[in-house]
């Protein structure tokens, strides 16, 4: 069993950065691949980027390549998301989610999730 819980978002300016956390418990973080997905009012959750067990790959939505970064620290049972030149578009509520997965773009494959970071990009 793991527990997600998400922090770092808030309200931030067209242009600005956000750094999202993602903290587990449970001994096992490091066994599990880590995703970020977003859901932003009246439309369907997406995947936004996503990182192997070990960290050595990593997987981002074309809407976000180039701007947002993930790592995670396995010795802290954290992943993070670090979001830069943030566009209004980017405004939804954002979830990590923790799975033994290969398929890093599909949320069936992700076993756990936190509830989620609330992230407003103002133009």
């Known amino acids: 069993q793991v527990q997600l819980v998400e922090s770092g978002g808030g309200l931030v300016q067209a242009g600005g950065s956000l750094r999202l956390s993602c903290a587990a418990s449970?001994?096992?973080?490091?066994?599990?691949?880590m995703g970020w997905f977003r859901q932003a009012p009246g439309k369907e959750r997406e995947f936004v980027a996503a990182?192997?067990?070990?960290?050595?790959?990593?997987y981002y939505a074309d809407s976000v390549k180039g701007r947002f970064t993930i790592s995670r620290d396995n010795a802290k049972n954290t992943v993070y998301l670090q979001m830069n030149s943030l566009k209004p578009e980017d405004t939804a509520v954002y979830y990590c989610?923790?799975?033994?997965?290969?398929?890093?773009?599909?949320?069936?494959?992700?076993?756990?999730w936190g509830q989620g970071t609330r992230v407003t990009v103002s133009s």
């Open positions: 989610a923790a799975g033994f997965t290969y398929y890093y773009s599909r949320d069936t494959g992700y076993n756990y």
């Open positions: 449970g001994r096992t973080f490091s066994s599990y691949a």
């Open positions: 990182i192997s067990w070990s960290g050595a790959s990593t």
